[in-house]
Each structure stands twice: as C-alpha cells, then as structure tokens.
C-alpha cells in the first residue's frame, strides 16, 4: 500500500474502533511511537511494545462518549490526521482530548507515530 491508502485505512479502522487491528495490520516491526513529553512511556519502539501502550490506554477508559478522526492530509510518506475524544478515565474522571497525529510510512507500513495535544491537567 502506498501511504495514501495506508492513511485511509488507518483512518476507517479507528473510526470503527479497531485501534489495536490497526497495530497489527498497519505498524511496522520496528515502529516508533512519541507522546508529549511529561507523559509516562513517551518514546517506545517495537511493535510488541506500542500494542501494549495502546492496551494500557484503552483499559484505562471506563466509558467512551464520543470520538471522531479526520480524514487524512497525505504529504509524501508522511500524513496527518486529527482525533478528538470524549472519554471518562477509570482514575482520573470525564475528559475531552483533542490530537494531531503525524505519521511516517515506509514500504506501505507506519514506521512512526507522533501525537501533539494538550497535557491533561492532574
């Protein structure tokens, strides 16, 4: 796949709340994932280990009330896409988060992930 359909299809398979298919699917063996810094596990790499990253997020949410990702803004290897949600965490109560996300792909498959927002305040 190029990065275009890469793009789309990570954009439909989240929409449709297959997060953790998408990894699968979609990620690199060698993936780097970065968070804003300040956050716990702000850099991993490995496959293995950004599965576990958004496992341990997922299962921190009690309840999801909405979500919504853009359609994707493709440039060269690289494309964007925002992700707004309304969630409520098992420890920390009902927050609305909203994120750019930036991705690299090479050789049809996301080598890296880069997610920009706001910190939550604690």
């Known amino acids: 796949m190029n990065t275009q359909q890469v793009a789309h299809r990570l ?23 970065q968070e804003m810094p300040g956050i716990p596990n702000a850099s991993v790499q490995e496959i293995d280990n950004v599965r576990k990253k958004s496992q341990d997020w997922l299962a921190s949410v009690e309840e999801f009330h909405s979500s919504e990702v853009s359609e994707p803004v493709v440039a060269g290897d690289h494309f964007t896409i925002k992700m707004d949600f309304d969630v409520t965490f098992k420890e920390r109560g009902r927050q609305k988060m909203e994120e750019v996300c930036v991705f690299k792909v090479n050789e049809g498959k996301i080598v890296s992930e880069q997610f920009f927002y706001d910190l939550p305040e604690m």
């Not at 954009?11 to 780097?32: F, K, P, T």
């Open 11 to 33: 954009v439909e398979m989240c929409r449709q709340g297959q997060n953790l298919e998408a990894i699968d699917e979609l990620y690199g063996e060698h993936i780097l994932s």
